[in-house]
């Protein structure tokens, strides 16, 4: 599930992609069973996978498939992922997060390392690009939710740091600690959104085109199509001309 590319132009196109439906619901699944068995199976008690549900639900994950993934979690056969966060360089010298949860470390090590080397990229050592990122709460809601200023209104008023807004929606970022507080603030004033969850804002983009831009994209798409890896963030913008160009 891409990141940030200026932020998500290639999310919605992957989005649009139904062969990729089955992956990204094993991997919505795991999160939400993860999710459930760390804290308690109740989304109101639980931050973290009530976010989960969330992104299931903004990707019209059907809601059977929704609370099995729930019971799971208490089950004698569930097994122990483990959070992983790798960090190497693409194309162009674009800076990267994977985001992985793995029953199997060497495996995802391997893999992740394969895919970086197979698609004009390096893994780094840990640290050598998310300082360059900053750890936020970002919450999204689609463009139906009001006009730009409406949502910055209510976004500030819920205690929000900052807002992006463009034709495809709006991104509203918070202090780390502060996520959930102002998703809730926000339910009364916008409407549940369409998800919630931790994310790494760079401090920078680069503007990448042509080659490094096909090749970034292929790059992203290899990290995405692994079964380990959740989510993938970076400080590409890769232009909209250059998306449909591709």
Do not use: C
Request: no cysteine; charged share 30%; net charge negative.
């Amino acid at each position: 599930m891409a990141g940030h590319s200026k932020y998500k132009n290639i999310m919605y196109r992957k989005g649009a992609q139904d062969k990729k439906r089955s992956t990204m619901f094993s991997k919505l699944s795991r999160e939400i069973t993860v999710a459930a068995k760390m804290g308690l199976p109740d989304p109101e008690m639980n931050a973290r996978l009530r976010s989960a549900i969330l992104a299931a639900k903004a990707q019209s994950m059907p809601k059977d498939n929704i609370q099995r993934s729930i019971d799971k979690a208490s089950g004698s056969d569930v097994e122990n992922y483990e959070e992983i966060r790798y960090e190497g360089f693409g194309p162009a010298g674009v800076a990267l997060i994977v985001e992985a949860l793995t029953d199997n470390r060497n495996r995802t090590a391997t893999n992740v390392r394969t895919i970086f080397s197979k698609n004009g990229g390096n893994l780094g050592a840990g640290g050598s690009v998310s300082h360059g990122f900053e750890r936020l709460g970002l919450i999204e809601y689609g463009a139906g939710a009001g006009d730009a200023d409406t949502v910055f209104e209510a976004a500030i008023e819920a205690g929000a740091e900052d807002v992006e807004s463009d034709d495809g929606g709006h991104q509203i970022w918070t202090a780390l600690d502060q996520l959930h507080e102002v998703q809730k603030a926000l339910e009364p004033l916008l409407g549940e959104a369409e998800g919630a969850k931790l994310a790494w804002k760079p401090s920078t983009s680069i503007e990448v085109r042509g080659d490094d831009a096909a090749n970034l994209i292929k790059l992203i798409d290899s990290l995405d199509d692994d079964d380990d890896v959740q989510t993938v963030w970076g400080n590409y913008d890769v232009p909209d001309e250059e998306l449909a160009r591709l």
